[in-house]
């Protein structure tokens, strides 16, 4: 019985010892939503409707500058996954825009459905054909 207790607390310790060196890639993350960006091949011209869209800005106020999108997509993130997790990026709105781009929204957290959305990327892409892949 002894040597059954000392195998088993030293199972424990070296379990232990292994999680304890582990990090995970969220240690040091500036907040639970993405950065916003304007980030994609090419640099977004100041004539193009596309550079009026800043990040935060929600679906109305896109709509306003941009009209109705060419075509949208709204698919899980993975932190639609995560137990407990109250952000608004659990799923994610790509609105599409024949010969301009896209736009892609924060969109909605698992628990509340859907929210306003939040701007969080815009890619310039001329060659954009305006249909969700």
Known sequence: MKGWKST??????????????QTTRHEGAASAAPAASASSAAPIPEASPLSKVKP????KAVRGLL???????????GKAFAPFYYGNDARRTAWYYKGMGRVTFAAGNVYGGATEGEVISVEYDPSETGVSR
């Open 8 to 21: 088993t607390l030293a199972a424990v310790m070296m379990l232990l010892g292994a999680c304890s060196g």
């Open 56 to 59: 935060g800005m929600n679906f």
């Open 67 to 77: 009209g109705q999108p060419t075509d949208e997509n709204t698919y899980p993130t």
